[in-house]
């Protein structure tokens, strides 16, 4: 069992950056960001591979998200500039042992999650 834990959540205003970071207790094939708006269903924002370091981007974030790691540290990062209110949701680390054509489903575990507020 991987545990995951979210960090760097906060309040920033339109326009600006923050990035947020998620630590893994394990090593697993690749991980991923997703977000969650009140009222929304989830959604797919990022992920990555540990061996290869391949991205994949949700078609909103493109360009403004950037999505690393640090394999030495066990853990991965979301850079995320141009911000907007949009943007305000709560951001959920996720962590998947196999390879599947989807990017954006069949992940094994879950953070917690941060709250992110983008103010207009």
């Known amino acids: 069992q991987v545990q995951l834990v979210e960090s760097g959540g906060g309040f920033v205003q339109a326009g600006g950056s923050l990035r947020l970071s998620c630590a893994a207790s394990g090593r697993t094939f690749s991980m991923g960001w997703f977000r969650q708006a009140p009222g929304t269903e989830r959604e797919f924002v990022a992920a990555?591979?540990?061996?290869?370091?391949?991205?994949y981007y949700a078609d909103s974030v493109k360009g403004r998200f950037t999505i690393s790691r640090d394999n030495a540290k066990n853990k991965v990062y979301l850079q995320r500039n141009s911000l907007k209110p949009e943007d305000t949701a709560v951001y959920y680390c996720?962590?998947?042992?196999?390879?599947?054509?989807?990017?954006?489903?069949?992940?094994?575990?879950w953070g917690q999650g941060t709250q992110v507020t983008v103010s207009s």
């Open positions: 990555i591979r540990w061996c290869g370091g391949t991205t």
């Open positions: 996720a962590a998947r042992d196999s390879e599947y054509a989807s990017w954006t489903a069949y992940y094994d575990y």
